[in-house]
């Protein structure tokens, strides 16, 4: 038990969580922006996994990391143009049309990298470049706490500074007004002459880039390739997440971190010589518990 608590209140645990955090608070952070407009975003995993193939790609042939980072953005865009698609303009169920291209995208990447590579798991056949690390100066210097703050991918600080751009933009700007509006109150969206739909297919487009993001983070920070099925469940974790923080980004912030956290235990128990299918089930355990104790609360509240 000492030596669980000794790797728990270290800075390279602490480390581990913010970075560990970072993919979920992108997936996050577009879960909410497409739930405040009154939409499900069923399929940011899809997206996410769609956008980290397609970083590495952009980075590899274009030769330049950081306009891989843009063409997973713009893929992301474009896959949650695809559910916009289908939702919005042929009224499909969001929560099956998410499924749905959520497998089209698992396939396809496969499909995609053994085009391009002949590989069907890895894309250790492109050359494709990873996001920087950067140390904040100052903060660099302070024991401990530079060492658990400094020294994250690029993409992490975009992570974290983007919990505030989100607040600030619900709350100050007109499409964030109408965002809010469109899920509260869809009714008086319309009768003030404006396009609910229009609204959710921007916030749809809003929440692929975001996803976008997330992607380029996994194939180009947190590991420096692509592989199968990487997402690996964080783009419905996402949604937990956001569904306990009650669509505001600063609690939802809060809750990402409480998986990130359960992410970073369960590949630190593995020093205890336990199984790692055991250990990687750790972030899916937390998940199942945190709904369960949120369910519990909400039903106290009615």
Known sequence: MKLLLDIIFSADFLHSVIRLSTPLLFATMAALISDRAGVLNIGIEGTMLFSALMGVVGSAYLGNVWLGVGAAILAGIVFSALISFFHLKMETDIVLTGIALNLMSSGLTIFILYLLTGDKGVSTGLSSGTVPNITIPIIDGIPVVGDVLSGHSVLTYVAFLLVAVISVFLKRTRLGTY????????????????????????????????????????????????????????????????????????????????FGLADALGNNLQLFNLPSELTRLMPYVFTIFALAVYAAQEKKKK
């Open 179 to 258: 965002i809010r509006a469109a899920g509260e109150n869809s009714d008086s969206v319309e009768t003030a002459g404006i396009s609910v739909k229009k609204i959710r297919l921007e916030a749809l487009l809003i929440s692929g880039a975001i996803s976008g993001l997330g992607g380029a983070f996994m194939s180009m920070a947190y590991v420096s390739m692509f592989t199968k099925d990487m997402v690996a469940g964080r783009g419905f974790i996402a949604l937990a997440a956001e569904a306990m923080g009650h669509g505001t980004p600063g609690l939802s912030m809060l809750s990402t971190l409480f």
